[in-house]
C-alpha cells in the first residue's frame, strides 16, 4: 500500500491538511496509528501544532446538490410501491386529503427513518 505524503497544521476550530500541492483549511481531522504503527487520517484535532509524516489519507468532500439528488432519485426507485401504498392509503381517512400531499408525508418518514436507522 502506497503511503500519501500529508503536512497537518493542527489548530482549535480548523486545521489546515496538506497534501502535495493540495491544501485544505479549516478541516477537522482524526488522526490514529494502526497496528503496524501507520497513520491512519480522516479528514477533530484540538491541539496546536505541525504534523508531518505519511500514512493512508482518506479525503471526504461534502456532497453536492447532484449527488444529493441523485442518492434521492435511488433511494425513492429502490421503494417497494406494495409497501408504500399501504402506508399512505392508512393515512387518507377523510376526502379533504390530497393523495399526493399524503404520500410526500409518508416519503419523508420513511426518509427519516432511513437517516436514524
Given amino acids: 500500500m502506497a ?4 503536512t497537518l497544521a493542527a489548530a482549535p476550530g ?3 491538511l496538506t497534501l502535495g500541492e493540495h491544501v485544505f483549511e479549516g478541516v477537522t481531522v482524526t488522526v490514529a496509528v494502526d497496528g503496524a504503527g501507520i497513520p491512519q487520517l480522516t479528514a477533530v484535532v484540538s491541539a496546536a501544532g505541525a ?3 505519511e500514512g493512508v489519507v ?11 439528488l441523485t ?3 435511488e433511494w425513492l426507485e429502490a ?3 406494495g409497501s408504500v401504498i399501504p402506508l399512505v392509503d392508512a393515512r387518507l381517512v377523510s376526502m379533504s386529503q390530497h393523495p399526493v400531499a399524503e404520500t410526500l ?7 427519516r427513518e432511513a437517516a436514524h436507522g
Fill in 3 to 6: 503511503l500519501t505524503p500529508f
Fill in 14 to 16: 480548523g486545521s489546515t
Fill in 51 to 53: 504534523i508531518h509524516g
Fill in 58 to 68: 482518506t479525503v471526504v468532500t461534502e456532497p453536492t446538490e447532484l449527488d444529493i
Fill in 71 to 73: 442518492a434521492l432519485a
Fill in 79 to 81: 421503494l417497494d410501491p
Fill in 105 to 111: 408525508l409518508v416519503l419523508a418518514e420513511l426518509a
